[in-house]
T-cell receptor, first 113, second 115 residues
Framework: EAQVTQNPRYLITVTGKKLTVTCSQN?????MSWYRQDPGLGLRQIYY???????DKGDVPEGYKVSRKEKRNFPLILESPSPNQTSLYFC????????????FGQGTRLTVV | KQEVTQIPAALSVPEGENLVLNCSFT??????LQWFRQDPGKGLTSLLL?????REQTSGRLNASLDKSSGRSTLYIAASQPGDSATYLC??????????????FGKGTHLIIQP
């Protein structure tokens, strides 16, 4: 089954404790992105990757890191999480051509206390 | 930069009604427009994808239309059911959207179908 898989689905952590949210897709997609969703603000893009070893900042990259060492994986790293990073996070993927559908993971609910 | 607006922000209707959700975008140079459904605290489920060359797409009781010239898309839900209650998001994909996938999202319409 074609899918984007995020782990964990839920995470509660403390301020400053490094964490990684994993994202994997099995569709051989070139493009992958991370979004965060907050009430009243909608979905905002954090980072994106157009292919292996090619990443770039989205609209709200501060406090996050990403890497794309393999085509299927695109982990999101919070080196020193803060409470303002409490949010619902989504990973997305699509083929590297414009007229294609974007697929989203099931989301990761992160709470930083 | 692309901006996507969804009206209304919230809608509550009795079961069985036909309804229309609206999505407008400022940059008509989109490749496609995608409608999603999101249940509370859950992921995004893709409902319909309309390519820029298409006028509409249908899936079951759902019909989505696209008018690039006016910068509008609508999602029509026929014979609404309580199970249709969710937040509906539209996203335009184009050159002036976010990086890589170029998706710009609206903030959604929160739909409640009353039994």
């Amino acid at each position: 089954e074609a899918q984007v898989t995020q782990n964990p689905r839920y995470l509660i952590t403390v301020t400053g404790k490094k964490l990684t949210v994993t994202c994997s897709q099995n569709m051989n997609h070139e493009y992958m992105s991370w979004y965060r969703q907050d009430p009243g603000l909608g979905l905002r893009q954090i980072y994106y990757s157009m292919n292996v070893e090619v990443t770039d900042k989205g609209d709200v990259p501060e406090g996050y890191k990403v890497s794309r060492k393999e085509k299927r994986n695109f982990p999101l790293i919070l080196e020193s999480p803060s409470p303002n990073q409490t949010s619902l996070y989504f990973c997305a993927s699509s083929y590297g051509t414009p007229n294609t559908e974007a697929f989203f993971g099931q989301g990761t609910r992160l709470t930083v206390v | 930069k692309q901006e996507v607006t969804q009206i209304p922000a919230a809608l509550s209707v009795p079961e069985g009604e036909n309804l229309v959700l609206n999505c407008s975008f400022t940059d008509s140079a989109i490749y496609n427009l995608q409608w999603f459904r999101q249940d509370p605290g859950k992921g995004l489920t893709s409902l319909l994808l309309i390519q820029s060359s298409q006028r509409e797409q249908t899936s079951g009781r759902l019909n989505a239309s696209l008018d690039k010239s006016s910068g509008r898309s609508t999602l029509y839900i026929a014979a609404s059911q309580p199970g249709d209650s969710a937040t509906y998001l539209c996203a335009g994909r184009g050159r002036s959207g976010g990086g890589a996938d170029g998706l710009t999202f609206g903030k959604g319409t929160h739909l409640i179908i009353q039994p």
